[in-house]
């Protein structure tokens, strides 16, 4: 059961550098999300999508761009890495929006050096 | 903008100990998770509370959702080893038509043997 995969599980980019994190999710969930998570804190919400085609802003979403195009594939793109982006990058799936399960995946540790 | 506020934010307790960690906010939620997260992993739920006033247990834990829908705890009986983590408490509002989950600062308990 692989559920929600990320990958790479860690990177290292350096100042201006661009990037692609890659999530996939074999639960045919509509709804995705990536979340950030900085050192001893909480999740703070990037970018959400209700379905194939449709994305929509978090609470954090500058700097970063995200796209739909299958059911199951939701990847987040870094344009111009800065030192701020540094952290720990969570994708997440639900069958619906707010109160259902969220079912994350193992995490991507970014530092932009 | 929902604000959930946790505490303790670091908690450090002897193997049979009990514990009760708090969820904060002045926003009112219509429902509220928590969620437990093991280092080098994603979060996993643990429980959805739904109704002011309600109280889950799950094993040796035990939630309680405030009777206003803008609090709530967990406690832990006899706490073990395995309970080490970080737990967030998230809360689920409706915004824009779309229902939304904001997470908790987090809460990191180690139990020591």
């Known amino acids: 059961n692989a559920g929600v995969t990320q990958t790479p599980k860690f990177r290292i980019l350096k100042i201006g550098q661009s990037m692609t994190l890659q999530c996939a999710q074999d639960?045919?969930?509509?709804?995705m999300y990536w979340y950030r998570q900085d050192p001893g804190m909480g999740l703070k919400l990037i970018y959400y999508s209700v379905g194939a085609g449709i994305t929509d802003k978090g609470e954090v979403p500058n700097g970063y761009n995200v796209s739909r195009s299958t059911t199951e594939d939701f990847p987040l793109r870094l344009e111009l890495a800065a030192p701020s982006q540094t952290s720990v990058y969570f994708c997440?799936?639900?069958?619906?929006?707010?109160?259902?399960?969220?079912?994350f995946g193992s995490g991507t540790q970014l530092s932009v050096l | 903008t929902q604000l959930l506020e946790q505490s303790p934010q670091f908690l450090s307790i002897q193997e049979g100990e009990n514990l009760t960690v708090y969820c904060n906010s002045s926003?009112?939620?219509?429902?509220l998770q928590w969620y437990r997260q093991e280092p080098g992993e994603g979060p996993v739920l643990l429980v959805t509370?739904?109704?002011?006033?309600e109280v889950k247990k799950l094993k040796r834990l035990t939630f309680q959702f405030g009777d206003a829908r803008k609090d709530s705890s967990l406690h832990i009986t006899a706490a073990q080893t395995g309970d080490t983590g970080l737990y967030l408490c998230a809360g689920i509002y409706l915004n824009t038509g779309f229902q939304k989950l904001v997470f908790g600062t987090g809460t990191r308990l180690l139990v020591s043997p």
């Open positions: 639960m045919n969930h509509n709804y």
């Open positions: 997440a799936s639900s069958a619906a929006g707010g109160g259902e399960k969220l079912f």
């Open positions: 509370v739904v109704t002011g006033g």
């Open positions: 926003s009112v939620f219509s429902s």
